[in-house]
């Protein structure tokens, strides 16, 4: 059995060419429309997915911005999540990420990867400011490079005038790609999206800024014409999502704590999914809250503790509720920004050093800072039997680190060896790696095994 549903996957020859913010626009046009609009993000980007659930959270409709990483995790689970969380919805949009063939090594990994095993149409946006018919040669190499993939049109970015895109509108006719209008320049849009992800204030109205996008967007972007470009038809099946929920009651009887503020906020939605399979999920604040949760496990996720480094190491009450939980050997797994709240000190920028949790025998700077970035391949030894896939993502860096052990192998996607290291103190795991476990077995439950 089969039914029709439109599904597309925005691209870009590059980074910078505004494919989120034309993504989230055309969620919040499409969620204000009535349709029941289900985002997905390609890569392992958490911040983006993040801005993907707002976008399409409309009149009481909403929907969680999904990954898909061909890296992280198998093409048969790729395609099981889009099938799953696609089934109940009218329209189906993907952010790719980065340059449309950009990938981890070539094109694996890529937004072409995936939109040629999800068999949906590719709608190219291309930042025009500076380009008119050279277009088209740009174009007609997109769509001819890999004949598997549907490149079915295209929208302009940063267009100056009317003018300038009919000198557009012919390119992208004579490289055969069908034009979908475009997007007149305008610095308030283009300051939004440069901010929209990184601005955490409180005071920061994020909701405002997508209705601004999505009204700017509409006025000139033909929706109705992609939506009918980008129809297909989806087989039903039965995902592996449902074999997963046959978990026993006792399981299910497990309290996970998650971490979940403005502080940590880097949450895979299918991790948590996961999690719930293997027990019921209790958020805390650790900013706001004074007591940790009763729990079988504790998981603090990524985030921004440097930027609420003061309000973090002013509730005493929470940092010594969460030292006497991981003293007690009660399993914990923390990442990245988690991992640095377990620690002795953060530094932030002005060279302040806050105290956190002291779980950990190390100390975070952000002097100094600088990225660190890319996929990472773990193998836990004596641990856990298989390897784990992940990424990391930070500007922090460990200033000091004690008697510490790493009981991890890491390397990144070209398996070259990274310095990266995953930390254990009684039942406590900790890393600066972003884990992704939506198909793997037993990972993490086997920490709620070990006592």
């Known amino acids: 059995m089969a039914a029709k549903q439109t599904a597309f996957l925005l691209a870009a020859p590059s980074s910078g060419s505004g494919k989120t913010t034309i993504t989230l626009a055309l969620l919040r046009i499409l969620s204000r429309r009535g349709f029941r609009v289900q985002p997905f993000k390609c890569g392992p980007d958490y911040l983006d997915t993040r801005l993907h659930t707002l976008a399409a959270s409309f009149g009481g409709r909403a929907a969680d911005g999904i990954n898909l990483d061909t890296f992280m995790s198998s093409e048969a689970h790729v395609h099981d999540l889009f099938q799953r969380y696609s089934r109940n919805a009218d329209v189906s949009v993907v952010e790719g990420v980065m340059g449309l063939f950009d990938g ?4 694996r990994g890529s937004s072409a990867e995936i939109a040629r095993l999800l068999d949906i149409a590719v709608i190219m946006v291309v930042n025009a400011k500076s380009m008119a018919y050279s277009a088209a040669p740009l174009l007609h190499g997109f769509r001819t490079f890999d004949p598997r993939l549907r490149l079915a049109g295209v929208i302009f970015n940063q267009v100056n005038t009317p003018s300038h895109y009919r000198f557009l509108e012919a390119a992208a006719l004579d490289a055969g790609v069908e034009p979908l209008g475009y997007v007149p320049r305008n610095e308030d849009v283009v300051i939004s999206e440069r901010h929209l992800g990184l601005n955490t204030s409180a005071g920061y109205d994020r909701e405002a800024v997508i ?10 972007v033909a929706v109705d014409r992609l939506l009918a470009l980008a129809e297909k038809e989806i087989p039903q099946i039965v995902t592996g999502r449902a074999c997963r929920d046959n978990r026993s009651r006792e399981t299910r009887r497990r309290v996970i704590a998650v971490a979940r503020d403005e ?7 299918e991790n948590l999914s996961v999690l719930q399979d293997h ?5 805390f604040s650790p900013m706001e809250d004074r007591s940790l949760p009763q729990a079988d496990l504790l998981y603090l996720a990524g985030g921004y503790p440097e930027l609420y480094a003061g309000r973090l190491a002013a509730n005493r009450d929470m940092r010594k509720a969460i030292a006497a939980y991981c003293a007690a050997g009660r399993a914990a797994y923390a990442e990245c920004g988690g991992m640095m709240y377990l620690g002795g000190s953060l530094m932030t920028a002005d060279g302040t050093p806050h105290p956190m949790c002291g779980v950990l025998d190390l100390d975070t700077t952000m002097q100094g800072a600088r990225l660190t970035l890319g996929y990472r391949k773990v193998l836990l030894e004596g641990l856990y039997p298989d390897e784990l896939r992940g990424h990391e993502f930070h500007y922090s860096r460990i200033g000091r680190q004690g008697e510490l052990r790493n009981i991890a192998s890491v390397s990144d996607a070209r398996d070259e060896r990274c310095s990266t290291g995953v930390f254990r103190v009684g039942n406590t795991v900790a890393s ?3 884990l992704y476990w939506g198909e793997t077995r037993g990972f993490p439950e086997f920490l709620m095994e070990r006592r």
Not at 263 to 269: G, N, R, T
């Open 211 to 220: 209705e601004a996008m999505a009204a700017h967007v509409e006025k000139t």
């Open 279 to 283: 027990g019921d999920i209790v958020y």
């Open 432 to 434: 600066y790696i972003h």
């Open 104 to 107: 981890a090594e070539k094109a």
């Open 263 to 269: 502080a940590f906020s880097f949450l895979y939605a």
